[in-house]
């Protein structure tokens, strides 16, 4: 029996009333270890064996983390858990389709209690056979982005969407816990369009909702040196993040920004939270809870205000949030400044282009071509575009030959190559039909 097979048969035995409550992560290359207190890089690693042949290792499709949120300052170990995450990862070959069953039959359904059909005594005599509940024991899900690659943010959100509607959109099945986010919102809302949706109330939206958190990564803030350049990478970070809140305030789900690092950048234009502020929210979450206190919430907006009238000097304006709860988007922010702010002239108009459109996807082919470009310099590819233009192929193959280091040549290698050189020192001969250029211009001045 295969481990998927094992795993994803449904338990006769009940679960435990003391289990964590549990969340699902869905991740790319990027992904919160919430037991590290780190953000894990989980591009492909290469290693080179004794034979100096390089080998590609794959990340594991699932894992899981047993969280403890609540620690003492002196306390870092995880030896009371409060949180289970599943990770799981998209950084692999599969389709939405399939992950998304995997994902339903492995993880969702694992702790599925077997409801048996109640029997009285007026039936005891025709009983019914037991019926099993199609219903899934985890709803909160967790989508990790990172806000550096962005034109690989709308690809890879639009997937996770899809693993999303794969594992949770079955006719029927039966969710367990409270959600805000309703599948059939989800299925029609695509991210990164241009165009807003006119939807009254998320909330009345009937059928099977899930507890959806979109958490992005914020990098930090890099000069580039150029005026012009910063611009636009500062327009592109703005259109990703108005797509970020236009889609939060489509599907009506938690919206967070967290910080890649320890402590705070200053000058930063977006708040953060740290990873453990987002295990806080994550467990709130999956029990059920708002994201965050909203009484915590109004005291602190109370004291802000009062400190800002009691203030006669000038201060900073008042920093965003770094969480936003699903009721809480303001719209009209959203679809008025936010949009406005996000288009850059001349590039693109955040009203009329989608995402897809303004930041295209780089295909795998042309991101070869852009490290290809790095490796061999900017001259030595114009002069190779200019030897094909005149029909000339240059074989890279015979230069990175002899380019190689003595220490991988054999003796009778490095005996040829020597002669070689010894020929080229000689002085070079030219034959009767040369003449230097010299010789001719002085011919033409005697004539």
């Not at 109330?201 to 350049?229: C, F, H, M, R, Y």
């Not at 288009?343 to 459109?357: F, H, I, Q």
């Not at 071509?369 to 030595?380: I, L, P, Q």
Request: hydrophobic share 35%.
């Amino acid at each position: 029996m295969t481990l998927f097979a094992a795993l994803g048969e449904k338990s006769t035995a009940p679960t435990s009333t003391c289990s964590p409550p549990t969340a699902v992560q869905l991740h790319s290359l990027h992904s919160f270890d919430f037991i590290g207190n780190r953000i894990t890089n989980e591009a492909i690693p290469t290693a080179t064996d004794a034979h100096n042949v390089t080998k590609k290792y794959q990340h594991s499709l699932l894992s899981y983390q047993a969280v403890q949120t609540q620690q003492d300052e002196e306390e870092k170990s995880h030896t009371k858990p409060d949180l289970g995450v599943w990770n799981c990862s998209l950084n692999n070959e599969f389709d939405a389709e399939a992950l998304g069953s995997v994902l339903k039959s492995v993880v969702l359904q694992s702790g599925v209690v077997v409801a048996a059909a109640v029997t009285t005594e007026e039936n005891k005599e025709n009983e019914e056979t037991s019926k099993v509940a199609n219903e899934i024991s985890t709803n909160t899900v967790l989508l990790t982005i990172q806000l550096e690659e962005l034109t690989n943010i709308q690809p890879t959100l639009e997937r996770m969407r899809n693993v999303i509607l794969s594992a949770f959109g079955e006719d029927g099945l039966k969710i367990a816990g409270k959600g805000t986010t309703s599948i059939k919102t989800l299925q029609s809302c695509t991210f990164g369009t241009s165009q807003i949706k006119q939807e009254v109330n998320p909330q009345s939206v009937p059928g099977a909702k899930i507890a959806l958190i979109l958490a992005a990564i914020v990098p930090a803030s890099k000069e580039q040196g150029n005026a012009s350049t910063e611009y636009q990478e500062r327009q592109k970070q703005s259109l990703v993040v108005y797509h970020l809140h236009k889609f939060a305030l489509e599907v009506n789900c938690t919206l967070c920004f967290v910080r890649d690092g320890d402590t705070a950048k200053r000058g930063e234009t977006i708040s953060t939270m740290t990873i453990e502020e987002l295990a806080s929210v994550v467990r709130r979450v999956a029990m059920g809870s708002p994201p965050v206190d909203n009484a915590l919430l109004t005291e602190s907006a109370d004291n802000g205000s009062n400190e800002n009238q009691e203030s006669t000097t000038d201060t900073a304006p008042a920093a965003e949030p770094s969480i936003y709860s699903p009721g809480s988007h303001d719209a009209e922010l959203i679809c008025g400044a936010m949009q406005r702010n996000a288009s850059c002239e001349g590039l693109w108009d955040a009203s009329k282009d989608d995402l897809v459109k303004a930041l295209p996807p780089v295909s795998k082919k042309s991101s070869d071509d852009a490290e290809t470009t790095e490796t061999k310099g900017e001259d030595e590819v114009w002069l190779e575009k200019l030897a094909s233009s005149v029909g000339i192929t240059v074989d890279t193959t015979k230069d990175a030959a002899s380019s190689a280091p003595d220490d991988t040549k054999t003796p009778v290698e490095k005996k040829r190559e020597t002669m070689k050189k010894k020929k080229s020192t000689k002085a070079p001969t030219t034959s009767k039909s040369e003449k230097a250029p010299s010789d001719f211009f002085a011919n033409l001045l005697k004539k």
